[in-house]
């Protein structure tokens, strides 16, 4: 099948599906600007998750993990929602029965349903995110339950100059989750119940080497529901894809959505 044709045939999947469950990953928000984790680019070739990205790296040195953190607030702030977060948040809002669950933290879905909504005059709730692994735009205090909106920089000079929970004093947290931690469950209890009533699955950018994440659009498959998978590198999900569109989420989803 050439691009042409391999378009067609994953439109017309994703119309006649009435539950489209929608996964994306880092590589949906990579023409925005914002680094993915895997391949010759991504954060996990300069950076090592067990030092950056686990509690026990926060509990050994604070300062570091806010300071890599604050910088990437800092690059995804400067950053804005592209043709691709854009195409998906139109075609969420213009349809009924797509459930999207990203693995990313950057809030650039969030954004981009909004930009959508403004435009079409109508509530953005319909295309905004199932979070699985958090956001960066939120904190969350290391000691009580405290959490809230936060994407403010960060001062992180010292362990003094760290943000400190507004209720009783003790560190806060990115609101993200960390290796060897459990997802939030609400957000696995819903995308869950998508992936088992999904008629067809979208995967975005996404390399697929992460549960539950991965396994979620797996889940689809296993009940013989198609899969149209857009990435321009390998994935985990090659094999089993019903149509593999290989280019940018920026170029493919606007023709493939629109
Ligand atoms: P990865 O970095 O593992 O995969 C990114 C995917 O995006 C790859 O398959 C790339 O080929 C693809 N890609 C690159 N540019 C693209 C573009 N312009 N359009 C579409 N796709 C593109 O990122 P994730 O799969 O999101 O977890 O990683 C999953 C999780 O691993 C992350 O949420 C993070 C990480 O460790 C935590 O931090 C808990």
Known sequence: MDHAAALERARVLLAEAPRVLVLTGAGISA????????????????????????????????????????????????????????????????RAGVTLVTQNVDALHE????????????????????RLHGSIARVRCTRCDHGAEGDDPVDA????????????????????????????LPAMQRADAAAREADACLVVGTAGAVQPAAGYAMAVVRRRRPLVVVDPGPTAFDGMAEVKLTGSAGAVLPPLLG
């Not at 991504?42 to 509690?55: I, M, N, Q, S």
């Not at 910088?71 to 854009?86: D, I, S």
């Not at 989750?177 to 459990?182: I, L, Q």
């Open 31 to 94: 023409e925005s600007g914002v680094p993915t984790f895997r391949g010759p680019e991504g954060l996990w070739k300069d950076f090592r998750p067990e030092d950056l990205a686990t509690p026990e790296a926060f509990a050994r040195d604070p300062r570091l993990v806010w300071e890599w953190y604050g910088w990437r607030r800092g690059l995804v702030a400067a950053c804005a929602p592209n043709a691709g977060h854009l195409a998906l948040a139109h075609w969420m809002l213009g």
């Open 157 to 184: 000079t010292a362990r003094e100059t760290l943000p400190a929970c507004p209720a009783c004093g003790a560190l806060l947290r990115p609101d993200v989750v960390w290796f060897g931690e459990a997802l939030p």
């Open 111 to 130: 954004r981009a349903a909004r930009t959508a909504a403004t435009a079409r005059g109508g509530d953005p709730s319909p295309a905004l995110p199932i």
